[in-house]
């Protein structure tokens, strides 16, 4: 193994030998089998913003180690009094060994990370970074490719606003796929292209599906297209993932969606539930990741 | 440059503001000194006799006996005392932040002799009353305060202020920093208005229309940080406006802290045309670039905010080449509180009086070679004709002594606890310079002493 980080706070910060570990380790955990690597260890669950697929894996995946959990919700500490989150981190550091937060601000749980010095890891921070869901969406991809090396990845949707999308682009670039970014311009900036190498954009959905060995669709906010002045319908007519458009893809091509979904807008029913859908493999996998995260950071430092 | 971990001496012993305060002398010789006048194409060794407030005689060494003190500027350079045309005193209203005797305690160890101090207080200042009491002996000033006054009343964007009487007070220029006039008739307005009287009228470009809910400069980098980015658009756009309404006007723009290449080259095709317009440059913006942002540090967060490292070299190209005019610091402090949060929640800002000029001197003198002439032109004699002071900006006889001695080649590291403003939000703490103020006399009075 490679130097093994203190915290996880993004995908850009690691290595591709560092993001392999996690994902070798993630093998290894079953929630269905407990284990007791992290008796006695504490772990707060902060969560700034609200999650239910992230917060309850993380929860169960600390568990299933044998660790203590706490889960803290903004509205209802001292936090909705006030306090910054400096004085939260600080006071919680005296207490817990960990510290897994959500947080609406781009950077928080890098600033968290400098000010404790204990591992901290990033559950989502504002537009900027979701390293944990890349990673089991690399692992979801790995249960049906050999190698990320060489694969066409195409992520389609609102990536401007996506943390997902972010991580996810970093991490499959890191690996060596090769990456289509796809959407309209307010929500697929040029500058987007810049992530990393291997990341190339596209405007056409068909275009950007042919020969894909993946295809990631990502949550479409009708609000925000409203304050974008984008027509609903015209969305949904140039960038939703329908059947016809998953045969563009490749015939062994897989259909991911990190969640929530919202079926009839970036994808209809029969892409979301169709044979090459993954999407739940991607929930089972998030507790598998989680365990491997946390046993990375805090297993064996005692 | 770069952070050092090893302190060196502070920027100042800590006991030379007081011993001086106690000892004002009518009459000072500067002996032995480097005197770099760009005002009056002076740069040489020559020694400069103050007497009651006033330059009295600038001769050839050794030719001048008679004074109460002699200062020995042996190896260092005497210049006019520097003014810096954009500070933050935070006085009346946010003392927590700054004083008017903090902030002026940390311009004299950074060697300013004057500054420019902008309206944003609480309340804000576009009242005859305010001007007045932010000039009263009894604020407790250590070098000359000179207000901006409000353009418009309580920088609302709508109603001029009434420059006549906040002139007579003792304003030099209007501004709205922070919150930019946008309508093209209130702008025009106080560009009229303001020629009328003799005052620039001091804009912070930006077009806010453009900015709502950003956090750093627009582009690759803020995109992958996750942070809303202010387009360059923003601050250019705002600059074409006005220049084209000082140009109809026949009124005086001066640009605050500029930060786009583009908006530089509009001040140089305006100029070109005619139109009555300055502007000036931060140490931060020639110091660094947006890439800083990456480790949502706030202490890289201010308004306009970090730029390309294109924008930076325009800059350094335009503070070498005489398109910019002066070096301003928006010298803009903040309690510890209201920046060690969330990038996105940190207070806008970052101090700079005690280490412009050793920032100048490091980049521009050492690094880019830029002539020490145009350096003091920067700091000293053009702010000075931006608010059109008379008798400041120059070491001439007759003059108000206000001088500024530095040592081109010392070494030194900054230590922010050791500030003398009440702020430390700035990244400058184990930052290295070469060049540092010795000096600096205001009225005739040493106010620091290195």
Same mark, same amino acid.
């Given at each position: ?302 | ?33 480097? %005197? ?18 006033? %330059? ?14 002699? %200062? ?166 705002? %600059? ?39 502007? $000036? ?10 890439? $800083? ?46 920046? $060690? ?110």
């Amino acid at each position: 193994m490679t130097s093994k980080p203190r915290s996880l706070l993004g995908i850009e910060p690691l290595n591709p030998r560092q993001i392999m570990d996690f994902l070798t380790l993630a093998k290894k955990m079953d929630p269905a089998r407990p284990r007791n690597s992290l008796r006695g260890r504490r772990v707060a669950l902060v969560f700034y913003e609200n999650s239910t697929r992230t917060r309850t894996s993380f929860e169960i995946a600390a568990k299933a180690l044998g660790a203590t959990t706490v889960v803290i919700h903004a509205d209802s500490t001292s936090v909705a009094k006030g306090e910054s989150l400096k004085d939260t981190g600080l006071t919680l550091r005296s207490i817990v060994d960990a510290i897994v937060m959500r947080h609406p601000s781009s950077g928080a749980s890098v600033l968290l990370d400098r000010m404790l010095g204990i591992p901290i890891v990033n559950a989502g921070d504002g537009m900027h970074e979701h390293p944990s869901q890349a990673l089991l969406d690399a692992f979801t991809i790995l249960q049906h490719k050999k190698t990320l090396k060489g694969l066409k990845i195409v992520t389609v949707g609102d990536i401007f606003h996506s943390r997902v999308a972010r991580s996810d682009a970093l991490l499959f670039s890191k690996l060596g796929a090769r990456v289509v970014l796809c959407g309209p311009e307010v929500l697929l900036p040029d500058v987007a292209a810049e992530l990393g190498p291997n990341i190339t954009l596209s405007r056409n959905m068909d275009t950007a599906i042919k020969d894909a060995d993946v295809v990631m669709m990502l949550r479409v906010q009708q609000e925000r297209l409203a304050g974008l002045q984008i027509v609903v319908d015209e969305y949904i007519r140039r960038y939703q993932l329908t059947a016809s458009r998953v045969r563009l893809a490749k015939k062994d091509a897989i259909v991911m969606h990190p969640g929530p979904m919202i079926r009839g807008m970036e994808l209809t029913d029969e892409a979301a539930d169709g044979a090459q859908s993954v999407v739940l493999e991607q929930v089972l996998n998030g507790v598998k990741v989680r365990m491997a995260i946390l046993e990375m950071l805090l297993g064996g430092r005692r | 440059m770069k952070k050092s971990t090893k302190k060196e001496q502070p920027a100042a012993a800590a006991h030379g503001f007081e011993k001086a305060q106690s000892s004002p002398v009518a009459s000072l010789l500067i002996r032995g000194g480097r %005197v770099v006048d760009p005002a009056q194409k002076l740069d040489g060794e020559l020694d400069v006799l103050l007497r009651d407030g006033r %330059v009295a005689q600038v001769a050839p060494p050794g030719t001048l006996k008679d004074a109460a003190e002699i %200062v020995d500027a042996k190896g260092l350079v005497v210049a006019p005392g520097l003014i810096d045309l954009h500070v933050h005193l935070r006085e009346p209203g946010k003392a927590y932040k700054e004083t008017i005797k903090s902030g002026t305690a940390a311009a004299a160890a950074g060697g300013f002799t004057s500054v420019c101090a902008m309206p944003n207080t609480t309340p804000v200042n576009d009242s005859p009353a305010i001007t007045r009491w932010m000039q009263d002996p009894e604020r407790g000033a250590v070098v000359n305060v000179f207000p901006i006054a409000a353009a418009t009343v309580a920088s609302a964007g709508e109603r001029i202020s009434n420059y006549g009487a906040l002139h007579a007070a003792g304003a030099v220029a209007v501004s709205d920093d922070g919150l930019p006039i946008l309508d093209d008739k209130v702008m025009a307005g106080a560009l009229e208005t303001a020629a009328l009287v003799g005052m620039p009228v001091i804009q912070h470009a930006e077009d806010t229309r453009l900015t709502q809910g950003t956090q750093m400069n627009l582009g690759a980098t803020s995109f992958r940080l996750g942070l809303r980015g202010q387009p360059a658009e923003a601050e250019w756009r705002m %600059v074409e406006r006005d220049i084209r309404l000082a140009h109809g006007t026949r009124g005086r723009l001066h640009v605050a802290h500029i930060s786009t290449a583009r908006a530089l080259e509009l001040v140089k095709l305006g100029r070109q045309t005619g139109v009555a317009v300055s502007a $000036e440059v931060t140490p931060h913006h020639f110091l660094f670039t947006e890439e $800083e942002c990456a480790g949502y540090d706030s202490r890289y967060k201010m308004n306009p905010p970090l730029r390309t490292a294109a924008d930076r070299e325009a800059l350094l190209a335009g503070l070498a080449d005489g398109s910019v005019d002066a070096i301003a610091t928006d010298h803009a402090p903040h309690a510890l509180f209201e920046k $060690e949060v969330e990038f996105d929640k940190a207070a806008w800002g970052i101090t700079g009086l005690e280490i412009a000029l050793g920032a100048a001197l490091t980049v521009l003198y050492h690094e880019r070679k830029v002539p020490l002439a145009r350096i003091v032109a920067l700091l000293s004699s053009n702010p000075a004709r931006i608010v059109g002071f008379d008798g400041r900006g120059t070491l001439a006889v007759g003059a108000h002594a206000d001088v500024t001695l530095f040592d081109l080649k010392a070494n030194w590291t900054y230590d922010v606890r050791k500030t003398r403003s009440k702020a430390r939000n700035c990244p400058y703490d184990g930052m290295r310079f070469k060049g540092r103020p010795v000096m600096t006399i205001v009225g005739g009075r040493v106010v620091f002493r290195a």
